[in-house]
Nanobody, 120 residues
Framework: QVQLVESGGGLVQAGGSLRLSCVTSGRTFASYAMGWFRQAPGKEREFVASTSRSGARTNYADSVKGRFTISGDSGQNTVYLQMNSLKPGDTAVYCC?????????????WGQGTQVTVSS
């Protein structure tokens, strides 16, 4: 059973930074694409960022390009999301996910999420 456990969320002022972590079971980062998604109250879940198998390629939502960076540490089986220049509109529950393929087109396992709140 694949397990994904996020941490690093919290309350931050606009313009601040947070780094989210997602610890995965097994060699998930080296073998699968990994991604971050978020869901704000009353809104649908949306894609934030993804990295292909072993981090060869990354992809970002337009709303976070230039501010967020996804990375991974295969030795620690951990995927990170560095979030800079945070805005109140970034407030959401952030979840990491694994894709059954190496490219990010078949998300099949999800973490429970970590709350990020950005105050104005």
């Amino acid at each position: 059973q694949v397990q994904l456990v996020e941490s690093g969320g919290g309350l931050v002022q606009a313009g601040g930074s947070l780094r989210l972590s997602c610890v995965t079971s097994g060699r998930t980062f080296a073998s699968y694409a990994m991604g971050w998604f978020r869901q704000a109250p009353g809104k649908e879940r949306e894609f934030v960022a993804s990295t292909s198998r072993s981090g060869a390629r990354t992809n970002y939502a337009d709303s976070v390009k230039g501010r967020f960076t996804i990375s991974g540490d295969s030795g620690q089986n951990t995927v990170y999301l560095q979030m800079n220049s945070l805005k109140p509109g970034d407030t959401a529950v952030y979840c990491c996910a694994r894709s059954a393929d190496g490219y990010g087109s078949a998300w099949d396992f999800w973490g429970q999420g970590t709350q990020v709140t950005v105050s104005s």
